[in-house]
């Protein structure tokens, strides 16, 4: 199960049957996703497995520059129905005032469905720290900027957010994230 976290409503799970029922339509419905968290939560993995499974196409924020990410995204939009943003966004200032708006302006003028994804933080920070690739300072300075920053990102994304990791790491399925993403119905 995958907890979702609306609007101040608590975690609402999504059952095995919501899962199964999802088919092939989810992938017609939806066309844009926009996937951003904190770090550690899957959201590359996410984002991957809709390419290499769904056709999607994908723009990652965390693997191109400003210049190379917005063309990309220029790009997949007028080649492709489906596409996924990897957004990993500096939540630490001046990163934030100049990436938040970015992606509200994705979300507003391109109908981006915007979720972000959570859950246990040791269990996200042992998978950051696992790639080996990062240093434990990097995690502190992202989880402190988004804590500065927490007030506006949950109003933004009241709602859309997926506690899709847990204590071991343990993730949920990527049907069942899909699952949850359908389950609520875009604004």
């Known amino acids: 199960m995958i907890g979702r976290t609306p609007s101040n409503h608590g975690v609402v799970e ?79 200032d001046p990163g934030f005032s100049v990436d938040f708006p970015v992606v509200q302006r994705l979300v507003n003028e391109f109908a981006f469905e915007h979720w972000w994804f959570d859950g246990d933080r040791h269990a996200a920070l042992a998978s950051f720290l696992s790639r080996g690739t990062v240093v434990r300072e990097a995690w502190d300075a992202q989880l402190a900027g988004i804590e500065r920053h927490w007030a506006e990102i949950a109003v933004y994304f009241s709602g859309r957010i997926l506690n899709v990791v847990s204590d071991g790491p343990r993730y949920a399925a990527q049907e069942e994230i899909l699952a949850s993403l359908m389950a609520v119905q875009p604004e």
Request: negative net charge; contains cysteine.
């Open 14 to 92: 999504v059952t095995d049957a919501e899962v199964t029922a999802v088919g092939r339509s989810v992938f017609e419905a939806v066309m844009r996703l926009l996937i951003s968290g904190i770090p550690g939560t899957g959201k590359t993995t996410f984002a991957r497995w809709l390419e290499e499974e769904h056709a999607y196409r994908r723009c990652s924020r965390d693997e191109l520059n400003g210049a190379q990410f917005l063309h990309c995204v220029e790009h997949a939009l007028s080649a492709a129905d489906h596409v996924v943003i990897d957004w990993g966004f500096v939540a630490s």
